[in-house]
């Protein structure tokens, strides 16, 4: 004789099996909109769009021929391509003797591979190694130099240097490691061609650690006007 329970579990063993099917749907479901949000967040540029313009304070060291020397820069780069940079040496460090003692430089740089590679659809999509290509740029500034014992000379020497950086973080905001090199030459240098020692011409190389901040400066807006 059939029991009269017989009936409630098949009934409940079909709505088991729906709940199973049902719920796999919805975890297929939440793993696809996971995946899309983390491709959404792996962009081409990578933040770097999030703003027009790059903020950049870091500190570190350099080695050049005058004797290694603590280093502090600030830097702004409009969209990742151009920008301004300041420099301060000071040491030298680890009781060197070397001179120029102190040395501060100021310029423009230029990155020409971002917005190329980018608007060309160039990106290879692993972000620490697209960043780090696209951080090579060219440097250009002046530079006064205090030697032992003396004071800043008055008339600028000149500087040119290449620099590349790398992202601790996968973004364009946070913390790079940052490398610069280059050569300076004295105004004494420049013009008369004479070279004695460091003060007058002196191959660098620094290393820092510092923080981006990509932010919206709208300088891109300027002249833009409201539609009526």
Do not use: K
């Amino acid at each position: 004789m059939p029991s009269v329970s017989e009936p409630f579990f098949r009934r409940s063993s079909r709505v088991a099996r729906v709940s199973s099917v049902a719920a796999a749907a919805i975890l297929a479901s939440l793993c696809h909109t996971t995946g899309a949000r983390a491709e959404g967040i792996v962009e081409p540029s990578y933040g770097r769009i999030e703003g027009d313009v790059t903020l950049v304070v870091g500190a570190g060291g350099a080695l050049a021929s005058g004797g290694p020397r603590a280093e502090g820069e600030l830097r702004a780069r409009y969209l990742e391509t151009a920008g301004v940079f300041a420099t301060y040496e000071d040491g030298p460090i680890v009781g060197s003797s070397g001179s120029p003692r102190r040395v501060i430089a100021a310029g423009l740089e230029f990155r020409p591979f971002f917005l190329y590679r980018w608007l060309q659809g160039h990106e290879t999509r692993r972000a620490r190694f697209d960043l780090a290509v696209d951080s090579l740029g060219l440097e250009l500034g002046l530079t006064w130099q205090e030697p032992q014992g003396g004071a800043f000379r008055s008339t600028p020497g000149m500087q040119v240097g290449l620099g590349v950086e790398v992202p601790l973080f996968l973004d364009a905001t946070g913390l790079w490691l940052a490398f610069h090199g280059g050569i300076r030459w004295s105004d004494e240098t420049l013009a008369s061609g004479v070279v004695d020692t460091s003060e007058y011409r002196e191959a660098y190389v620094s290393v820092t650690l510092a923080w981006h901040q990509v932010v919206s400066a709208h300088l891109v807006d300027i002249g833009d006007r409201e539609p009526r």
